[in-house]
């Protein structure tokens, strides 16, 4: 009888060891991925806070503009009518503005639309003073039209739209 138990014995041990068991996923491997995702998304909300163009203002409170005495405007027509950028300067001096280059615009001489140009940082000043001028396009200076205006952290590109 015992050489009955041990090929007994041996048919089991023979068909079990040929049978693999299942191997679950470890409940670390879940974790793993959470954990990876969430520091890729973390890494991408960084990189595109540090690289939005502009500073923004913390939520809830709108960047107040600098006071017009405070701010530098150069006013560049860009038509071939003459004294539009004349004109759009004497109306911002008027209202306090300081004044820097007001000369034909060296990239274009045939803009549709007016637009006002800003620096960075220098965006709600920029708004102030196409409110003031009625214009609606407000845009980041382009670094062409930067190296013309000596320093001046406000452009007004004055279009035909504002010919008379």
Same mark, same amino acid.
């Given at each position: 009888?015992?050489?009955?138990?041990?090929?007994?014995?041996?048919?089991?041990?023979?068909?079990?060891?040929?049978?693999?068991?299942?191997?679950?996923?470890?409940?670390?491997?879940?974790?793993?991925?959470?954990?990876?995702?969430?520091?890729?998304?973390?890494?991408?909300?960084?990189?595109? @806070? $540090?690289?939005?163009?502009?500073?923004?203002?913390?939520? =809830? *409170?709108? #960047? &107040?503009? %600098? +006071?017009? /005495? !405070?701010?530098?405007?150069?006013?560049?027509?860009?038509?071939?009518?003459?004294?539009?950028?004349?004109?759009?300067?004497?109306?911002?001096?008027?209202?306090?503005?300081?004044?820097?280059?007001?000369?034909?615009?060296?990239?274009?001489? @045939? $803009?549709?639309?007016?637009?006002?140009?800003?620096?960075? =940082? *220098?965006? #709600? &000043?920029? %708004? +102030?003073? /196409? !409110?003031?001028?009625?214009?609606?396009?407000?845009?980041?200076?382009?670094?062409?039209?930067?190296?013309?205006?000596?320093?001046?952290?406000?452009?007004?590109?004055?279009?035909?739209?504002?010919?008379?």
């Amino acid at each position: 009888m015992t050489d009955f138990v041990d090929l007994l014995e041996e048919q089991l041990v023979n068909a079990h060891g040929r049978r693999r068991r299942r191997r679950l996923p470890s409940p670390r491997a879940g974790l793993t991925v959470v954990i990876g995702a969430a520091a890729a998304a973390a890494v991408v909300a960084i990189v595109l @806070a $540090l690289a939005s163009p502009t500073a923004r203002p913390p939520a =809830g *409170r709108p #960047a &107040a503009p %600098a +006071a017009p /005495a !405070a701010t530098r405007v150069a006013v560049l027509n860009a038509t071939r009518v003459n004294g539009l950028a004349r004109t759009a300067a004497d109306r911002l001096s008027a209202a306090g503005y300081r004044i820097g280059v007001v000369t034909d615009d060296a990239v274009t001489n @045939a $803009l549709g639309r007016s637009a006002v140009l800003y620096a960075p =940082g *220098r965006r #709600a &000043a920029a %708004a +102030a003073v /196409a !409110a003031r001028l009625g214009i609606a396009r407000v845009a980041p200076l382009d670094a062409g039209t930067a190296g013309t205006v000596a320093g001046a952290g406000v452009v007004v590109r004055v279009g035909i739209d504002r010919a008379p």
